[in-house]
C-alpha cells in the first residue's frame, strides 16, 4: 500500500503563488508500481477536476483553466511530487489532492489501483 500526504496549501491574494507537494510513504515494491501521479482538485459542490499529471510515458498534461500558469513536477517511481502554482485566481479555490494511479500483475489480468491523499485547501482572495 501507499500513502500520499499534501502540503503547501492556504490563502493568497489574487496573483500570489503558493507551492504543494506530495509525499508518498510505503514499500519500494508499491512505490515502483506508480504509473502516473497527479494533482486533482474539488471546489465546494463542483465534481473533481484533473489540474495535472505525470504519465508512465513521460507526458505532462493539465488543465486547460491553469495551463500555462501551474508547473506539475515529478519522477515517476520517485516518492513526491510537487505542483507550483502562480498568478493565482479566486477559481482557483478548491480543496486540491495528490494522486497516483498503480498498476502491476500479469498482462491478461493486471491490477488497478488509485492512490489518494487526504487533501489541502487552497483559497485566493479577490
Known amino acids: 500500500q501507499v500513502q500520499l500526504v499534501e502540503s503547501g496549501g492556504g490563502l493568497v491574494q489574487s496573483g500570489g503563488s503558493l507551492r504543494l507537494s506530495c509525499a508518498a510513504s510505503?514499500?519500494?515494491?508499491?512505490?515502483?508500481?506508480?504509473?502516473?501521479m497527479g494533482w486533482y482538485r474539488q471546489a465546494p459542490g463542483k465534481e473533481s477536476e484533473l489540474t495535472a499529471l505525470i504519465s508512465d510515458r513521460g507526458g505532462i498534461d493539465y488543465a486547460d483553466s491553469v495551463k500555462g500558469r501551474f508547473t506539475i513536477s515529478g519522477v515517476i517511481g520517485d516518492n513526491n511530487w510537487s505542483l507550483q502554482m502562480n498568478n493565482l485566481q479566486p477559481e482557483d479555490t478548491a480543496v486540491y489532492y495528490c494522486?497516483?494511479?498503480?498498476?502491476?500483475?500479469?498482462?491478461?489480468?493486471?491490477?488497478?489501483?488509485?492512490?489518494w491523499g487526504q487533501g489541502t485547501q487552497v483559497t485566493v482572495s479577490s
Open positions: 494522486a497516483a494511479h498503480a498498476s502491476f500483475g500479469p498482462i491478461e489480468s493486471p491490477i488497478e489501483r488509485d492512490y
Open positions: 510505503g514499500s519500494r515494491r508499491d512505490i515502483n508500481t506508480i504509473a502516473s
